[in-house]
């Protein structure tokens, strides 16, 4: 099985809704454990990385933008 791909500020989706309805969360703190942000109501919470790739869908929104780097000089 492929492993999931996902990064520091990306928005992704989970399979089960935060109980204010919501499924986007914000990834905010990576290591062992992961730190996300619901979208919806900006509760955050920390759970294991195992299960927060078990519990990811998809990703919906990366953080990195993709920029010519000769556009900043």
């Not at 914000?26 to 454990?33: H, T």
């Amino acid at each position: 099985m492929e492993r999931k791909v996902f990064q520091l500020g990306d928005i992704v989706q989970m399979k089960k809704p935060h109980p204010c309805g919501s499924n986007e969360m914000e990834i905010i703190r990576m290591g062992m454990d992961i730190r996300i942000k619901c979208v919806g109501c900006k509760h955050s919470v920390l759970i294991p990385r195992a299960k927060f790739e078990k519990n990811m869908k998809k990703v919906l929104c990366s953080a990195t933008k993709e920029t010519d780097p000769t556009e900043s000089m």
